[in-house]
């Protein structure tokens, strides 16, 4: 299998950092101390790009003490000291700070000991109203320390799974971090989420405690929940106690406890300290062809991935205001709540992302004074689409970074961002998953940002692209490997005592490096370009191609809503590349649109990219957190049953795939 090779060339930037923004930023001042105490190279003077690269050298060459060099720039408390930072290197099983105990919640929550902050804003809660309702610091940890009392009054002791049926509100981040505090494992889905995808994740863990809410508000309507609560109560046996939060304003049902009785007590929070590899949440694959994966990742870990990523490469801390569109089933609202971590004020959106308009999210880092904001590369598309003119029409000044992740930001959305939003605007289109919590590749302030890129690799993250042949390449596509542990990785997943799923998800195609499934591209500049997954890798004529690249190319058309590509072999070695595209409203397929596609891919991709048909759908189909689903369609056209081919339970709209199973039974 060949692949091809992408232009060496040397663009200009759309944006660099100025002198200041440089000069202030905490990578610029950890480098100075990492080797002025720890041995990293010393700065390159005048040169940000050369000073990144030979940091993050050091740091994949040197991992024990680049992570050392975090823990103390982080102030990491350690109740009892390390042994050793990496005491086996080995993926998977790395073995990272041995001997140490420590607790998530107590980090999280350090700000509130300050008196001069003690009254400032933790949390900012805004509805679809888009008035901002503030938790302070000290209420906070008020709440977290009642909570966290009730809970070991309720018998849960360390180890124990808690889990929260619950929208993007205060009550889920006291939840998370309450049962930090007493080393319960937390996990959680979000309200739109049916019984039976609740019940794949949640039967999986047996939780002895669920946070429910009697429903929620989204999009101007009202969703009642009361009969997908009872369902869940009914099928999850090992719960001990079911606690109500009234967002509708219900009477609490029968045996169950009220959150204000709960969280009312003046408590001082008590931090039960645990090993560094202690569980601290459950994550959840998207189980699109099965039950989704039950990822556990650790109280350390994360502590400490989280801390490297929102201070040096998010450049976030006291004063900063940090928003990303998210819901409590998706990693970004763990990553979200992290936030706290560096002292910054979290904003959590509880709402459409459109609503009452499509502005509606930088509406809303208007109103919070929102200095990061994240979303999704979709949202930002949508808004392009729309004529949204979010930098004439509000007053987004604080705002200094716009970070966008779920799918790879097309071109035009870099540009529209630099256009309508600011052209002094920190654009970060980051990539990792849930897997890890985290990033692979992303934001570094220091950084120029070109068009279509990512800044660069992480600190600590040895990202490289391999061909087949496990062989390093660059500016060719290749796969997405990791080849040292990080330390955020999964400890393991629940339910797989000898470890074979989870060296099957991961370790199988290298042993022994992590593969994440992505066709990446590392730039001879040391940038990161990300094309898709490589399990739903179009290759015609051994020429393996991104599905990103055609939905980048086809999606500027004002004709096309959305697009699905998929490449399907047949019996006969045939391949069939069809395009499904959903139109816009009033838009229709004809052999004029139908030119014009073939024509846009054909000329800013190359005839190889040029599907063999191009198919009108009534919708794509997505997970439940917004991703195509790629894979599941393409077993579908291979003829594989639906029953076999997806999990129902994982998708937002179930019968529609029965279009595309019916289109396979056509095509025979």
Not at 485 to 508: K, L, V
Not at 518 to 527: C, E, F, Q, V, Y
Not at 541 to 568: C, H, K, N
């Amino acid at each position: 299998m060949t692949t091809a090779p992408q232009p060496v060339d040397q663009p200009e930037p759309l944006w660099r950092p100025g002198p200041d923004r440089v000069a202030t930023a905490q990578v610029t001042r950890f480098h100075a101390r990492a080797a002025a105490h720890h041995g990293a190279p010393a700065p390159v003077p005048g040169d940000p790009v050369a000073s990144y690269a030979a940091l993050h050298r050091w740091s994949v060459a040197e991992p024990e003490t680049f992570w050392q060099a975090v823990t103390e720039w982080c102030d990491v408390r350690f109740t009892t000291p390390y042994e050793r930072v990496l005491a086996d290197a080995a993926m998977p099983g790395a073995r990272w700070f041995p001997g140490a105990t420590l607790n998530y919640a107590e980090h999280a929550l350090r700000s509130a000991e300050d008196p001069a902050r003690a009254d400032e804003p933790a949390l900012l809660h805004v509805d679809e109203t888009h008035d901002p309702r503030p938790v302070t610091w000290a209420e906070l940890r008020r709440q977290v320390g009642s909570l966290a009392a009730e809970l070991r009054r309720l018998g849960v002791r360390p180890g124990d799974r808690v889990s929260g049926y619950l929208p993007n509100i205060p009550q889920a981040v006291v939840a998370l971090l309450a049962t930090a505090a007493v080393g319960g494992v937390w996990t959680s889905c979000a309200p739109d989420f049916g019984a039976r995808s609740v019940l794949d994740r949640f039967q999986q863990v047996e939780p002895v405690v669920l946070f429910t809410v009697d429903g929620y508000h989204y999009g101007g309507k009202r969703h009642e929940r009361a009969d997908v609560v009872a369902a869940l109560r009914a099928e999850l046996p090992t719960l001990r106690a079911v606690v109500h939060i009234p967002l509708l304003g219900t009477p609490a049902p029968e045996g169950t406890l009220e959150w204000d009785a709960l969280t009312g007590a003046d408590t001082e929070p008590v931090f039960e300290q645990l090993p560094f590899d202690h569980p601290l949440w459950v994550l959840y694959s998207s189980g699109t062809t099965g039950l989704p994966k039950a990822i556990v990742q650790s109280q350390g870990g994360i502590l400490v991935e989280h801390l490297k990523q929102l201070s040096l490469h998010c450049d976030l801390g006291p004063g900063d205001r940090f928003f990303w569109y998210t819901s409590t089933g998706w990693m970004m609202w763990n990553f979200l709540v992290s936030g706290l971590l560096v002292g910054a004020t979290v904003v959590l959106y509880d709402g459409s992302p459109g609503h009452p308009t499509t502005d509606a999210q930088w509406r809303v880092a208007e109103r919070t004074g929102t200095t990061l904001f994240g979303t999704s590369a979709a949202y930002v598309m949508a808004c392009r689409k729309a004529g949204v003119h979010p930098g004439r029409d509000l007053d987004l000044s604080r705002v200094r970074c716009v970070a966008t992740t779920g799918s790879p930001l097309p071109p035009d959305g870099f540009r529209w961002l630099h256009d309508e939003v600011s052209e002094d605007m920190w654009i970060a289109s980051v990539s990792g998953g849930t897997d890890v919590c985290s990033c692979f590749a992303g934001a570094v302030p220091t950084l120029p940002v070109y068009i279509g890129e990512l800044q660069a690799p992480c600190l600590g993250t040895d990202l490289q692209a391999w061909d087949a042949h496990g062989k390093p390449v660059v500016d060719e596509v290749g796969e997405l490997v990791v080849t040292n542990p990080m330390p955020s990785m999964p400890i393991h997943f629940w339910n797989d005592p000898d470890g074979h799923r989870y060296r099957e998800s991961y370790f199988e195609m290298f042993p022994g490096v992590w593969r994440h499934g992505d066709w990446i591209t590392l730039t001879s500049r040391g940038t990161v370009v990300i094309h898709g997954r490589s399990d739903s890798t179009l290759n015609r004529q051994g020429v393996r191609m991104g599905s990103a690249d055609i939905y980048e190319a086809v999606e500027r058309l004002p004709e096309i809503r959305e697009s699905l590509v998929i490449g399907v072999e047949r019996p006969d070695g045939g391949y069939w590349m069809p395009l499904f595209v959903h139109l816009a409203p009033g838009a229709r397929l004809d052999d004029e649109l139908l030119d014009r596609i073939k024509s846009t891919i054909r000329r800013q991709l190359s005839p190889r990219h040029v599907p063999d048909e191009v198919i009108e759908v009534p919708a794509i189909p997505h997970t439940l957190t917004g991703k195509r689903i790629e894979v599941p369609v393409k077993r579908l056209l291979q003829g594989t049953p639906l029953e076999k081919a997806v999990n129902p339970g994982s998708v937002d709209d179930a019968e529609l795939l029965g279009f595309y199973e019916r289109l396979a039974r056509e095509r025979g």
